[in-house]
């Protein structure tokens, strides 16, 4: 298992950018696929983006194609998501996942940051 640790979330203005971070611990960083979500009150937790295990295939939300790019650096057990053009429904709790991939099933998401907090004000 990985421990995971955000940051990098604040304040911004709409059309801002931010860089959140993601570190894990360990050495078996590269055998987990990653991925972040968000989560605002009152609202189920949202899929943001993921990215696989090389890092060589990426996945977002329709919400944020075009906009967010997630990244990792396996050798700094790093993961990222950069934030372009950010927009005030961007407001979140944004949270860093670790999970693994089971044929026929999918990605199961064990591991779970503390989460980081953006605010995007227009």
């Known amino acids: 298992q990985v421990q995971l640790v955000e940051s990098g979330g604040g304040l911004v203005r709409a059309g801002d950018s931010l860089r959140l971070s993601c570190a894990a611990s360990?050495?078996?960083?590269?055998?987990?696929?990653m991925g972040w979500f968000r989560r605002v009150p009152g609202k189920e937790r949202e899929f943001v983006a993921r990215?696989?295990?090389?890092?060589?295939?990426?996945y977002y939300a329709d919400s944020v194609k075009g906009r967010f790019t997630i990244s990792r650096d396996n050798a700094k057990n790093t993961v990222y998501l950069q934030m372009n053009s950010l927009k005030p429904e961007d407001t979140a709790v944004y949270y860093c996942?670790?999970?693994?991939?089971?044929?026929?099933?999918?990605?199961?998401?064990?591991?779970w940051g503390q989460g980081t907090e953006v605010t995007v004000s227009s």
């Open positions: 990215v696989s295990l090389s890092g060589d295939r990426t």
């Open positions: 996942a670790a999970g693994f991939e089971r044929v026929g099933i999918g990605i199961t998401w064990e591991n």
């Open positions: 360990g050495r078996t960083f590269g055998n987990y696929n």
